[in-house]
Structures are given as C-alpha cells and as structure tokens.
C-alpha cells in the first residue's frame, strides 16, 4: 500500500485560498495567484505537477470539489469540465449522500457522509499499491493532519501574500515535521516534509 500524502499551494502568510469564495471566485480573492507558477510556467515544474496528478485515488473536501451547499438539488460534476485530471477515483467528503459521478478519462468521483477518515481508508483501498493524494481545501487537509492520516505533505510557497483566506495548519495540534526534499524556482519553493508520529 502506498503512501498517503497532501501537495497543496500556500501563501507565505498561510492561506491556501483567499477569502470570500463563490463560483465565480472558487479560490476566493487572489487565490489564483497561489497557482500561476504551474500554469504560467509548465515546463520549469513537471515535477510538481506529476507528483499532484500521480496519485492512485484521492480525497477532496466538498468546498474543492464545488460551490453548491447543502442538499444536492443542482448536478453539479465539479470545476474541471467533463474530464478532470485526475483519472482515478475521488472521495468527496460531505454530509449529503449523492451517487458517484463518473467522468471521462477514469476518474469518479464518490461521496463520503462518514467523515475523513473513512474517506482515506477508502481512497487507500481503491488505490491498491498506489498512493493516496489529499486534495484540498484547508478543513480537509486540517482534519486529515489532525487524525494522523498523511505520511507526507508538500508545500509549494509562491511569494505571494493573502492576509486572510482558509489557513493551513488550523486545529492540528502539535505537529512534528522532518524535511525530505526542497526544489526552488523563481517562482515557487516546493518543500516536502515527512509528518513524525
């Protein structure tokens, strides 16, 4: 069984999205500036994205997956048009049941009403050998830092500022982080660390 591990945007001051989110601002106000280095600048971090889009299966919070809150009276099939990248099954975290949603290119998404943890346990079963990827946003991410659920985290910092937003690392208790490796670009720092238990 692989890894579990979460490679998530961040701004020097901690946020991963900015604030007031909607769907015609998914990443809130100035989040889009947490991602120019991968879209601006795809050849000088390939690495990066293999890594993000490498995964076996993956968890997302329900905020990354789309903007529709509550029951689900709106078929809504996410952000990323009929074949998102992933090409693998997603496990969706919320507290409304909804069938799973397949999409081109193999990847499916399936809704998660028990919480994180079932979520991963799912996700790493779904992925066999392959490794797990934890998507955003912050809650999902925190929650999973929390329970003790991810083996690695990667950090790409832009220099870029929020001020305010969804910060990373709120509510996880006391977390003990050990560097594994560190790339630079003028764009971004990629910083992976190994979470000691």
Not at 13 to 40: C, I, K, R, Y
Not at 87 to 116: K, N, Q, S
Not at 184 to 194: A, D, I, K, L
Request: glycine content about 14%.
């Amino acid at each position: 069984m692989g890894i579990v591990s979460c490679g998530v945007a961040v701004s020097l001051d901690g946020f991963v999205a900015g604030p007031h989110q909607s769907l015609e601002n998914p990443l809130g106000e100035g989040g889009e500036s947490l991602h120019t280095w991968m879209f601006d600048h795809p050849e000088a971090h390939a690495v990066q994205r293999e890594e993000l889009l490498s995964h076996g299966a993956y968890v997302m919070g329900r905020n990354m997956f789309g903007p529709v809150r509550g029951a689900w009276d709106e078929p809504w099939r996410g952000w990323w048009g009929e074949d998102p990248p992933y090409h693998a099954p997603v496990f969706v975290l919320t507290h409304y049941p909804r069938d799973p949603v397949v999409m081109e290119g193999g990847t499916t998404f399936i809704f998660i009403t028990d919480g994180v943890t079932a979520a991963v346990e799912q996700a790493k079963a779904a992925a066999g050998s392959g490794s797990v990827g934890v998507g955003g946003g912050a809650s999902t991410i925190n929650q999973c830092l929390a329970a003790g659920l991810i083996d690695e985290l990667t950090l790409h910092v832009p220099p870029v500022l929020l001020s305010a937003g969804e910060r990373l690392f709120a509510g996880v208790g006391d977390l003990e982080l050990g560097i594994v490796r560190t790339r630079s670009t003028p764009h971004v720092t990629s910083t992976t660390y190994r979470v000691v238990r």
